[in-house]
C-alpha cells in the first residue's frame, strides 16, 4: 500500500525561518530567536481553512487563525482576520478600551469579506502573542479556542484558556457542543478580548496553534516534539504531522519562537566589556593633558 504524502502548506512568514537577531546589524550581545511554522491540511476539509502569521524582525508579530468549522467560508474568514491582527503593538494590548473596539472593528471587517462570497455567516478564531523588552516579555490576546503553550526543558505549560461555552458557564446553543468555541470574530459572537503575559526565558520555546493541534496531540507528546532534535522549523512539521497521525482529521496550524540566549556567550561578552574598558583607559592617557 502506497503511504500518502504529507503536504505541508506555507505559513505566511516576513522574515526567514531560521535564527535572527533581534534587529538587523544588531550588536552581538542581543538575543538571539528561532522560528519555525508548518500547517497541514485536514481530510475534512476540501482547502486548508488555517491562516498564520510570522512577521519577524520587530515590530514583531506571531499569530494562528482558524476558520471556524460549520461556519461559510473558513478561509476566507481567517485571511480576513490576520490583516487586522497586523495591527497589534503592545501598546494596544496594554489598553483594553482600544483592544476592545479593535476586536469589534475585526468582527466587521471579517463579516464583511465573507459577505462578499456568500450569503451565510462564517467567522474565525485566533490567538497572536506581540513581544515586548526585546523579547523576553510576551503579550498575547485570543478569543476562542486556539491556544499559546510554553515549552521549558522539562514541562509544557498552557498559556491561554479556551473560551468554549463549557468554560464561559453558557448553554450551547441548537447544534453547538459545549467544547465549541462560544467567542468568535465575525458572526458578532465577541466582547473583550483575553490578555495575558509571558516572560519567555533563554531556550524556552513559545507556541501557537489551531485545535486542531491541540484536541489531537497529549500534552507529553506535544513537550517531546516541541523539545526535540532538528531546527524548530522541523519540530513545528513534526508537530502538525503527528495531530494527523493521532486521527485528527481537521486543519492543524502552528507557529512557534525560541529564544536562545545572546548571540555572545557569557565569557565572550565579559572579554568584550574588558576590551572596551582597555581601549577607553588607553585613550584616556593618550589624550590626558600632560
Known sequence: MRTPVRRFEPVAHEAPAVRWLWLRGAAPW???????????????????????????PAPALLAVADGVGGGAQGKVASGALVERLRL????LLSDRQALREWLLAAD???????????????ASTFVAAVPARRGRRWLLTWTGDCRAYCASARRLAQLTQDET???????????????????MV??????????????????EVL?????????????????????????LQQRCM??????????????????????????LSRRE????????????????????PR
Open 30 to 56: 542581543t538575543p538571539r530567536f528561532e522560528t519555525g511554522a508548518a500547517s497541514l491540511r485536514g481530510s475534512a476539509h476540501l482547502e486548508n481553512e488555517d491562516s498564520a502569521l510570522a512577521v519577524l
Open 238 to 263: 513534526a508537530l502538525v504531522a503527528a495531530a494527523h497521525a493521532n486521527g485528527g482529521t481537521d486543519d492543524a496550524t502552528v507557529v512557534a519562537i525560541q529564544r536562545h540566549g545572546h548571540a
Open 207 to 231: 507556541m501557537l496553534c489551531s485545535d486542531g493541534v491541540h484536541k489531537w496531540v497529549p500534552p507529553q507528546q506535544m513537550l517531546s516534539l516541541l523539545r526535540g532534535g532538528g531546527s
Open 165 to 183: 461555552y463549557d468554560n464561559l458557564g453558557e448553554a450551547p446553543p441548537a447544534g453547538a457542543q459545549a467544547d465549541d468555541p462560544a467567542r
Open 186 to 203: 465575525g458572526s458578532g459572537a465577541v466582547d473583550q478580548p483575553q490578555v495575558a503575559a509571558y516572560s519567555l526565558a533563554d531556550s
Open 108 to 122: 466587521d471587517a471579517v463579516a464583511g469579506e465573507v459577505a462578499r462570497y456568500s450569503d451565510q455567516a462564517g
Open 269 to 288: 561578552r565579559g572579554l568584550l566589556v574588558l576590551a572596551l574598558l582597555a581601549g577607553a583607559a588607553a585613550g584616556a592617557w593618550l589624550w590626558w
Open 88 to 91: 497589534l503593538r503592545p501598546g
